[in-house]
């Protein structure tokens, strides 16, 4: 195996964690960029309606111009259409607030137009907020892409922990799935010659050991900010080992594979991502031999989805989602390229995992 391959790594140049810190984003993006005179921000209407004030007040208070951008749609096409827009208007920060779609949004646009990008988030719900992958609609291929790392991410966890709390539990489900997605990277390594980055891996793998820890706290009322932080900083390292790795290698194998195959058969109609990579790990740790209970359990008692009926499929749309993971990135070699099973064996897999309860 070579050891001299060569891969760039992008990570974010600052990251700013804390309570009520929204108001004074304005200072916290002058120091990333002491020139910037105009930015564009992407979020979604309501979260316009709740933070707008804090935000513009703190802008106005620097004399940095800005330029709302609603959210209408998480596209390619509307990525299109925003970049076009914004292309002549002299703006040289974009900022993505919001959740993983706005986010996303705003990486690539920033991407397209040479411009930095910093990153907002107002829940904790996939690890966007800090990765290089977006993930949006309208593409043939049902897979994230590399855009724009973030120059600087701005975590108010007072926002985040008033978020409603579906959205951090899937966030926990895109962190427990670094289990089987380190599991096939090393799989890569081992029969498809494939890089493989030890610490990268290292760093995803201790934030799905995080979660299955603090799954036994997260109803603790006295110790909600808490975790909640810890949910955070796990998801912002899991984007951060993306970076070192140069790939979504170290956070996505098989668990996302499935999960892409499930959005594409249902037409996005089968819950949130984190809910269904949660599931789909169960379902991947049962495949690879590992602890497939550890994995359930945590996630029952952070009370993410762990069965077909709450993330809106049935037992059809997971067999055959589980048929068309693999053809969906041909060349990403995971666990599925070392298993041949039919239907009824699928079946009999997901009953004895309680996934048709």
């Known amino acids: 195996?070579?050891?001299?391959?060569?891969?760039?790594?992008?990570?974010?140049?600052?990251?700013?964690?804390?309570?009520?810190?929204?108001?004074?984003?304005?200072?916290?993006?002058?120091?990333?960029?002491?020139?910037?005179?105009?930015?564009?921000?992407?979020?979604?209407?309501?979260?316009?309606?709740?933070?707008?004030?804090?935000?513009?007040?703190?802008l106005s208070d620097i004399n940095i111009h800005f330029k709302w951008i609603i959210?209408?749609?998480?596209?390619?096409?509307?990525?299109?259409?925003?970049?076009?827009?914004?292309?002549?208007?002299?703006?040289?920060?974009?900022?993505?607030?919001g959740g993983g779609r706005c986010i996303d949004l705003g990486k690539l646009i920033a991407s397209r137009l040479h411009v930095s990008f910093i990153s907002i988030p107002t829940s904790a719900?996939?690890?966007?907020?800090?990765?290089?992958?977006?993930?949006?609609?309208?593409?043939?291929?049902?897979?994230?892409?590399?855009?724009?790392?973030?120059l600087e991410i701005i975590c108010d966890l007072e926002i985040i922990s008033n978020a409603p709390y579906r959205l951090l539990?899937?966030?926990?489900?895109?962190l427990i799935a670094k289990t089987t997605a380190v599991r096939d990277w090393e799989l890569a390594r081992d029969y498809n010659n494939e890089y493989f980055g030890?610490?990268?891996?290292?760093?995803?793998?201790?934030?799905?050991?995080?979660?299955?820890?603090?799954?036994?706290?997260?109803?603790?009322s006295k110790l909600f900010g808490e975790v909640t932080r810890t949910i955070v900083e796990g998801l912002i390292s899991s984007g951060v080992a993306a970076g070192i790795a140069g790939s979504s290698r170290p956070c996505s194998g098989s668990e996302h594979l499935f999960s892409h195959a499930l959005e594409y058969i249902t037409k996005n109609r089968c819950g949130l991502h984190g809910e269904r990579v949660g599931v789909g790990?169960?379902?991947?740790?049962?495949?690879?031999?590992?602890?497939?209970?550890?994995?359930?359990?945590?996630?029952?008692r952070i009370r993410a989805p762990t069965t077909a009926k709450e993330?809106?499929?049935?037992?059809?749309?997971?067999?055959?989602?589980?048929?068309?993971?693999?053809?969906?990135?041909?060349?990403?070699?995971?666990?599925?390229?070392?298993?041949?099973?039919?239907?009824?064996?699928?079946?009999?897999?997901?009953?004895e995992l309680g996934i048709l309860d």
């Open 1 to 58: 195996m070579s050891y001299h391959s060569t891969h760039v790594m992008q990570l974010p140049r600052k990251v700013i964690i804390g309570n009520d810190i929204l108001a004074n984003c304005g200072v916290f993006i002058k120091e990333s960029n002491s020139k910037v005179k105009k930015i564009a921000i992407i979020t979604g209407p309501n979260v316009k309606s709740k933070v707008a004030s804090l935000i513009e007040s703190s």
């Open 71 to 97: 959210a209408l749609e998480a596209s390619f096409q509307f990525a299109d259409k925003i970049t076009n827009l914004l292309k002549n208007d002299e703006i040289s920060i974009i900022v993505g607030l």
């Open 125 to 150: 719900s996939h690890d966007g907020i800090s990765s290089p992958f977006v993930s949006l609609k309208g593409s043939e291929r049902p897979y994230s892409i590399m855009a724009e790392t973030p």
């Open 169 to 174: 539990a899937s966030g926990c489900g895109d």
């Open 198 to 220: 030890e610490y990268a891996a290292k760093l995803a793998y201790l934030g799905s050991r995080m979660i299955v820890d603090i799954s036994t706290k997260m109803h603790e």
């Open 281 to 300: 790990t169960i379902i991947m740790s049962k495949l690879h031999g590992v602890n497939w209970k550890e994995i359930r359990d945590a996630l029952q």
């Open 311 to 351: 993330i809106n499929v049935d037992k059809d749309q997971l067999i055959d989602a589980m048929v068309l993971a693999k053809k969906i990135r041909p060349e990403r070699f995971t666990i599925l390229n070392q298993i041949e099973l039919n239907r009824t064996q699928y079946q009999d897999i997901f009953a």
